[in-house]
């Protein structure tokens, strides 16, 4: 991943872990998403990204996503 902290870079990194311990590349995750391959690799490179996604990524991977209020 590229150096830059961005929020979803972090999640993405986060989430890229979980995957991988279970065992699984990026076309499997994506897979196991119901996502294109190709959409893994284009959220890399971007800012930022819709929550549906997301939480499609999270959801393979036994994730949540929690809102809080501060």
């Known amino acids: 991943m590229p ?10 990194k986060s989430l890229t872990a979980a995957a991988r311990k279970m065992g699984w590349s990026d076309a499997e995750w ?10 893994l690799c ?14 499609l990524l999270a959801r393979s991977v036994g994730a949540r996503f929690d809102v809080q209020n501060r």
């Open 3 to 12: 150096g830059s902290t961005t929020p979803l870079l972090g999640l993405l």
């Open 30 to 39: 994506a897979r196991r998403s119901g996502l294109p391959k190709e959409t």
């Open 42 to 55: 284009r959220l890399r490179s971007r800012s930022n990204c819709d929550f549906a996604t997301l939480a």
